[in-house]
């Protein structure tokens, strides 16, 4: 039973391999006739290859793809993200700018839903990632996401994330507002910074950690908000 089973997986895996050679010749043949390998799913001589072409698009940004399938493509110039980004609907295009904007600021697209500065822009973040997951995306929306460094998984929690992960985006932060009074309801970022006030508390940070916080002019008593505890 066993090797039936393995017989019928390498059948499978060997059709696939003959399909896609077949598909990656008709595609070959178009760029022949027409200059470039750019298909539309809209192709009436040939449907199924504008589904195909994209197809190789989507699994080329989810890296499902072979190196020697790639190289073979880039024999024909295939064009992994057509299009322009004045293509997409105004919506989406006004997000876009306002996760670029986010990353100039933050230093990463990591927005969660509970974002209270736009709740929105972490909505659309998370369906970006249903739509991904599912391929339904168009290539030039994940072409224009990926190269911002967007992650298509959910960012880890403030307590898988390592300590200096954590610092350097309060160190950002400090940057943009000028201090480290991070609001707890801001995320995972602000539970963060509690977490180190707990800690020194109950004497239990690191003092490599103290002293670098305290570069930061980090605020360990809430009560008094303009002093710092320095140590020398």
């Not at 598909?23 to 290859?49: A, T």
């Not at 989507?58 to 880039?74: G, P």
């Not at 201090?179 to 180190?196: E, F, H, I, T, Y």
């Amino acid at each position: 039973m066993v090797f039936k089973m393995k017989g019928k997986n390498l059948f499978k895996h060997k059709s696939q391999e003959c399909n896609w050679k077949e598909k990656f010749e008709y595609l070959h043949i178009f760029r022949e006739n027409y200059g470039h390998p750019n298909v539309s799913q809209r192709y009436q001589s040939n449907p199924g290859l504008g589904a195909w072409v994209n197809k190789q698009r989507v699994h080329f940004f989810k890296f499902k793809i072979s190196n020697n399938r790639i190289e073979l493509l880039k024999f024909l110039k295939f064009n992994w993200a057509p299009g322009k980004f004045f293509t997409f609907n105004l919506s989406w295009n006004k997000k876009y700018k306002k996760l670029n904007d986010f990353r100039n600021s933050h230093g990463h697209c990591s927005i969660s839903r509970k974002y209270i500065q736009n709740r929105e822009l972490g909505f659309w973040i998370k369906n970006q990632r249903q739509f991904f997951r599912k391929g339904v995306m168009d290539t030039d929306k994940i072409f224009l996401l990926s190269k911002l460094g967007f992650s298509w998984i959910k960012r880890p929690s403030f307590k898988k994330m390592n300590w200096n992960q954590r610092f350097k985006e309060l160190e950002m932060y400090t940057n943009k507002q000028g201090n480290c009074l991070v609001p707890q309801r801001s995320g995972a970022l602000g539970k963060w910074v509690q977490m180190q006030r707990n800690l020194y508390k109950k004497n239990l940070i690191k003092e490599d950690r103290k002293v670098l916080l305290n570069k930061l002019k980090f605020t360990w008593n809430l009560k008094k908000p303009n002093e710092t505890c320095m140590f020398f």
